[in-house]
């Protein structure tokens, strides 16, 4: 196939992760014959030091030459007083705007193995299987004005959240699209009751309902939702949000799982004659508080590679190998510290990674 991957570990665990992730990714490449080549880079806090920005423009045009590419984590403390251009974090915005990265899929599932590790009752998140379906590059995170400024009544902080009529009608898209495939039903978060914003997205979601008859459509307040996703998960199938309110979710729906280390993700472009470009990260970010203590759980970042998998290379077999891999991982008992459950075989990164390993050979 001749394909180049981009891997970019980043900062923190982001390189524990994105280093064990691309053991499972060779051996499923070996195994099935795929002619791909790495190429690796660094952004964020890393690129700060040795270049003095967090994306350079040659690191930004490997990626748009590659099309694909695997993220590890972005954020360093020690950049935290910068000016907003030189953070670390600003990396991963100018990814996902350069890029066209704007549909952002979270899938929330939990798994038998552990569900005594939600802080939730198993009654609860037993079963729950949910897609969240973020908007990515609009919203309060682009928007313009920004800024801090000082007036003659002190500092003020203003972020402005704008959304174009077309940017949520591609992301609905995506998410009626996906609603198909799965339970068809569909509910669109925001906040309409006071956010013009909001109004509109509700509008033109409702707009473009029709166009999809089997797929029930509701919509949710994002306060609502929050507490929903609590007290009734199992009634979510695709969940459909804002940059902002995606971001807030998704974390959330995280701890139905039980750890943020377990969540993947895919950011996607529109499709082209070059293919669709896409993205693919675990949801968590640089954890600075276990670097180096082989304590990073690898699983989402492996996670990742599945949907790396089904969504770039067309491979949904090797993505579900993958996702079967993790599932007889956990069924055997092996954890990671943030997943620990009485009378599990508490493991290190790389021993978790070897039980995947183990499990894909299996």
């Known amino acids: 196939m001749g394909l180049t991957i981009v891997a970019l570990p980043g900062d923190g665990v982001g390189k524990e992760v994105v ?12 195994k099935h014959g795929i002619d791909v080549q790495l190429e690796e880079y660094k952004i964020g806090g890393q690129a700060l030091e040795e270049y003095g920005e967090p994306l350079p423009d040659f690191v930004l045009e490997a990626c748009k030459s590659s099309r694909i590419i695997l993220l590890g984590a972005v954020g360093d403390d020690r950049y935290d007083n910068n000016p907003p251009h030189l953070r670390p974090e600003q990396a991963l ?132 939702c929050a507490m929903q996703l609590i007290a009734r998960p199992k009634d979510f199938d695709v969940l459909l949000a804002s940059n902002l309110f995606g971001d807030i979710l998704s974390d959330e729906a995280a701890m139905l799982t039980g750890s943020i280390g377990m969540l993947p993700s895919a950011s996607l472009g529109e499709s082209s004659a070059q293919g669709r470009i896409g993205m693919y990260e675990p949801v968590h970010g640089t954890a600075p508080d276990i670097v180096g203590q082989e304590k990073a759980n690898p699983l989402a970042t492996i996670a990742s590679v599945a949907l790396l998998f089904r969504y770039s290379l067309g491979r949904d077999d090797i993505g579900r190998e993958i996702e079967y891999a993790i599932e007889k991982t956990l069924e055997r008992g092996y954890r990671t510290p943030d997943i620990a459950t009485e009378g599990g075989h508490l493991l290190g990164t790389q021993e978790m990674v070897d039980q995947v390993l183990e499990a894909l050979h299996s």
């Open 93 to 224: 915005l100018r990814l996902r705007k350069e890029l066209g990265l704007f549909a952002n899929l979270r899938p929330v599932r939990t798994n038998a193995a552990l569900l005594e590790s939600s802080p939730l009752k198993a009654s609860i998140v037993e079963g729950v299987d949910i897609l969240i379906v973020r908007e990515l590059t609009g919203g309060i995170y682009f928007g313009e004005p920004r800024g801090i400024e000082t007036r003659a009544e002190g500092r003020v902080g203003i972020n402005t959240e704008v959304y174009f009529d077309y940017e949520v009608e591609r992301i609905a898209r995506v998410a009626f699209e996906a609603s198909q495939g799965r339970r068809q039903r569909l509910t669109s978060v925001d906040k309409a009751n006071v956010l013009e914003s909001s109004q509109l997205w509700r509008t033109v979601v409702s707009e473009l309902s029709p166009d999809f008859p089997k797929v029930a459509l509701q919509h949710m307040l994002v306060d609502n």
């Open 19 to 30: 280093s064990s992730s691309l053991r499972v990714f060779q051996e499923c490449v070996s």
